[in-house]
């Protein structure tokens, strides 16, 4: 998924950062990871190439300096020479403010507490399941199912003791 940054708008930087998502995406997933949004914005005579990336298994430090490189080696073996211009590449994994939207999302905040809008008030609940479109909720000691897309987009609260004693609530 490409995200254009606020106040972009031109067609070119549009069409750029499209080809740069073409040429990028099978490096990551390559690696085995998702592309979960590509950017390209102006700082000064550089551009600034951020790429999200995702996996199931999480984002460590060490694969993001893999990542790296290996976006980089791409991006300046480019024959149309984006590697040739000055620019900062940023290799990043999504905050825990990242909306959570698509089903991968939601899997993968499997156990954790989550905060959405339902008729204009916020609500907490922990993710228990997920399964396609339907998503189990612990909301305050009840357990239900919601439609993905009622609950969408939900966000991950951070919290500094888990009821659980600390585990991860995986399944």
Same mark, same amino acid.
């Given at each position: 998924?490409?995200?254009?940054?606020?106040?972009?708008?031109?067609?070119?930087?549009?069409?750029?950062?499209?080809?740069?998502?073409?040429?990028?995406?099978?490096?990551?997933?390559?690696?085995?990871?998702?592309?979960?949004?590509?950017?390209?914005?102006?700082?000064g005579?550089?551009?600034?190439?951020?790429?999200?990336?995702?996996?199931d298994?999480?984002?460590?430090?060490?694969?993001?300096? !893999?990542? #790296?490189? /290996?976006?980089? @080696?791409?991006?300046?073996?480019?024959? +149309? &020479?984006?590697?040739? %211009?000055?620019?900062?590449?940023?290799v990043?994994?999504?905050?825990?403010?990242?909306?959570?939207?698509?089903?991968r999302?939601?899997?993968?905040?499997?156990?954790?507490?989550v905060?959405?809008?339902?008729?204009?008030?916020?609500?907490?609940?922990?993710?228990?399941?997920?399964?396609?479109?339907?998503?189990?909720?612990?909301?305050?000691?009840?357990?239900?199912?919601?439609?993905?897309? !009622?609950? #969408?987009? /939900?966000?991950? @609260?951070?919290?500094?003791s888990?009821? +659980? &004693?600390?585990?991860? %609530?995986?399944?």
């Open positions: 998924m490409t995200r254009r940054p606020t106040g972009a708008g031109s067609r070119e930087t549009d069409r750029r950062q499209h080809e740069l998502e073409v040429q990028v995406r099978p490096v990551v997933e390559g690696a085995g990871f998702d592309l979960e949004a590509l950017t390209v914005t102006q700082a005579r550089r551009s600034v190439v951020r790429v999200i990336v995702d996996s298994a999480g984002v460590s430090l060490d694969d993001i300096a !893999t990542l #790296s490189r /290996a976006v980089s @080696q791409e991006l300046d073996a480019g024959d +149309d &020479g984006f590697g040739s %211009q000055p620019y900062t590449l940023e990043t994994s999504p905050g825990v403010d990242r909306p959570l939207t698509d089903q999302h939601w899997r993968r905040a499997v156990g954790r507490l905060e959405w809008v339902d008729d204009g008030r916020k609500v907490q609940g922990r993710v228990v399941k997920v399964a396609g479109d339907v998503v189990t909720l612990d909301i305050g000691g009840t357990t239900r199912e919601h439609q993905r897309e !009622t609950v #969408s987009p /939900a966000r991950v @609260q951070v919290e500094f888990k009821p +659980d &004693g600390g585990k991860e %609530q995986r399944s």
